[in-house]
């Protein structure tokens, strides 16, 4: 399987973005999906992650309330809506799946490719 990760962008800070994590190849769909950041100079940093079927979520503490994950199986895709945006959520965004639901990058075993997220002040 192959992740596709885009929606990044420019937005001012209280703006919202999505992100989509779109998988193809051959799909499972028995795979957790995880969504993490990195700041520059920084280990990847946990979000969030949703179990294959869509049915839970687990988030870092600091992330709830703002970033919310959902998963549409039907389209092979997995979605991190940010709401409220901060200048010091600019990271680059990346997606993950892995067997089981961790918040341990080491435990998932592929990756999208990462997209930018910038927060003006």
């Known amino acids: 399987v192959q992740l596709q990760a885009s929606g990044g962008g420019l937005v001012q800070a209280g703006g919202s973005l999505r992100l989509s994590c779109t998988a193809s190849g051959r799909t499972s769909k028995d795979y957790a999906v995880g969504w993490f950041r990195q700041f520059p100079g920084k280990e990847r940093s946990f979000i969030g992650v949703v179990t294959w079927n869509g049915a839970n979520t687990y988030y870092e503490d600091s992330m709830k309330g703002r970033f919310t994950i959902s998963r549409d199986s039907a389209r092979n895709t997995v979605y991190l809506q940010m709401n409220s945006l901060k200048p010091e959520d600019t990271a680059v965004y990346y997606c993950?799946?892995?067997?089981?639901?961790?918040?341990?990058?080491?435990?998932?075993?592929?990756w999208g490719q990462g997209t930018q997220v910038t927060v003006s002040s």
């Open positions: 993950a799946a892995g067997a089981v639901p961790t918040n341990v990058a080491y435990d998932y075993d592929v």
